[in-house]
């Protein structure tokens, strides 16, 4: 956000991009990757798909004698990283760069899905903050018809969230993507 303005962009081109790029620069997924390489950054770890792995990955490359590694997160990050990091004596310095939140009007839109095309055959889900912010409602709206509805997980850790919330989970994408999630969802309903 802070490169969107012309003037910034100029600046970071001319003569920030270069010192960023000399530095290892890591992401989890392939999204957060296309993120950094439109900034002109080459990124590491894009093929991960979780914190767990991407660890180990950092903790392969990196010196431990190194400053330490910056760590933007969101407010409610799980702690896989920055122990694993830790534990293996890889610095590490987090800074919080933004506060997950619900949708104001997600109650109000899953009430009109439901309302409109009555309960899924399947719902994906994204993120553990997905779960934690939808399930109640979903619950509430699907009543009784909620054991037949498929639950599908975009990686291992949301999987986690749903198995932790009592839901079965019916399938778990190999792979933190779009495609593989709905070959999974596909696998799944047949």
Same mark, same amino acid.
């Given at each position: ?6 003037? +910034? +962009? ?36 894009? %093929?991960?798909?979780?914190? %767990?792995?991407?660890?180990?990955? $950092? $903790?392969? +490359?990196? %010196?431990?004698?190194?400053?330490? *590694? ?7 990050? +799980?702690?896989? *990283? ?62 009784? &018809? ?12 949301? &999987? %986690?969230?749903? $198995? ?24 799944? *309903?047949?």
């Amino acid at each position: 956000m802070c490169l969107e303005a012309e003037e +910034r +962009r100029e600046e970071w081109n001319s003569s920030v991009k270069e010192k960023w790029n000399s530095k290892s620069i890591y992401v989890v997924g392939r999204a957060t990757a296309a993120l950094v390489r439109n900034l002109g950054l080459n990124p590491l770890g894009e %093929d991960t798909g979780t914190a %767990d792995v991407l660890s180990r990955l $950092i $903790i392969e +490359r990196e %010196d431990r004698n190194i400053p330490p *590694l910056f760590f933007p997160c969101g407010s409610i990050k +799980r702690e896989v *990283l920055p122990t694993a990091l830790r534990e293996n004596g890889v610095p590490l310095e987090t800074l919080t760069v933004y506060q997950t939140a619900e949708h104001p009007d997600l109650e109000k839109n899953l009430k009109n899905y439901f309302t409109e095309q009555g309960a899924p055959a399947s719902i994906a889900f994204f993120s553990p903050s997905g779960v934690k912010f939808c399930l109640e409602v979903v619950r509430r709206l699907s009543g009784e &018809q909620l054991p037949q509805i498929k639950f599908a997980a975009i990686g291992p850790t949301t &999987q %986690d969230a749903m $198995i932790a919330e009592g839901l079965c989970v019916s399938c778990t994408a190999e792979q933190p993507t779009a495609e593989h999630l709905a070959a999974a969802i596909a696998k799944s *309903l047949h």
